[in-house]
């Protein structure tokens, strides 16, 4: 039994980087007959994908921190005082601007 296994003839299956490039460049110069749409709907939803996974991930891991903070007392407490919290916070805001969207149905913690 023979496989024969499909020829990558498209820029964007040879060369990511390159069909990047000139994605960006068709979209700079107004070209959008040219534009490889299919595949950079792809990539654009692969995008908001990882921003979504990533910002639950920092969510999780804020929630377990302050989870341990109120409940396991530690030689290491300081380490999660209000300012180093507060830092995570602010990394955690700075990260992308798409989360502002996704900020707005996290509930606010009182301080």
Request: aromatic share 8%.
């Amino acid at each position: 039994m023979t496989q024969t296994i499909a020829q990558k003839n498209s820029l964007y299956d040879r060369d990511l980087n390159l069909w990047l490039e000139t994605a960006i460049a068709q979209l700079k110069a107004g070209d959008l007959k040219s534009l490889d749409i299919e595949n950079l709907i792809e990539e654009l939803e692969g995008l908001a994908g990882r921003d979504r996974w990533e910002l639950k991930t920092r969510l999780a891991t804020l929630i377990e921190h302050l989870l341990k903070r109120c409940y396991v007392k530690s030689e290491y407490d300081d380490l999660w005082s209000l300012p180093n919290l507060r830092r995570l916070g602010r990394d955690h805001r700075s990260y992308s601007q798409c989360h502002k969207r996704y900020s707005q149905t996290i509930p606010k913690l009182e301080k």
